[in-house]
């Protein structure tokens, strides 16, 4: 049985930062591409960040770029997500997932196994 399960949300002020991470069982990650997303109320789940089985390829939605670091350690089975700069509209549900391939798409569809998430507030 394959479980992800994510850590380290919280509550944080604008401008702080926040360490995510996504342990794995079940299932060697390093063969698979990793992604985080989000979903805030009301909004669809929304890609984030995503990284390629052996790391070698990060991709980022906009409006994260240049303030989230995603990252893995294939050794351990985890999964990091880094962010800093953090600000109100970053509030969501956060999500870790490990696609079907080496690839990370931004597609929900891509991604065969989830976590059950962790919630994020950023307050003013």
């Known amino acids: 049985q394959v479980q992800l399960v994510e850590s380290g949300g919280g509550l944080v002020q604008a401008g702080g930062s926040l360490r995510l991470s996504c342990a794995a069982s079940?299932?060697?990650?390093?063969?698979?591409?990793m992604g985080w997303f989000r979903q805030a109320p009301g909004k669809e789940r929304e890609f984030v960040a995503g990284i390629s089985a052996g790391a070698s390829r990060t991709s980022y939605a906009d409006s994260v770029k240049g303030r989230f670091t995603i990252s893995r350690d294939n050794a351990k089975n985890t999964g990091d997500l880094q962010m800093n700069s953090l600000r109100p509209e970053d509030t969501a549900i956060y999500y870790c997932a490990s696609s079907g391939t080496t690839v990370a798409g931004v597609a929900t569809y891509e991604y065969n196994y989830w976590g059950q998430g962790t919630q994020v507030t950023v307050s003013s």
């Open positions: 079940g299932r060697p990650l390093r063969w698979y591409g």
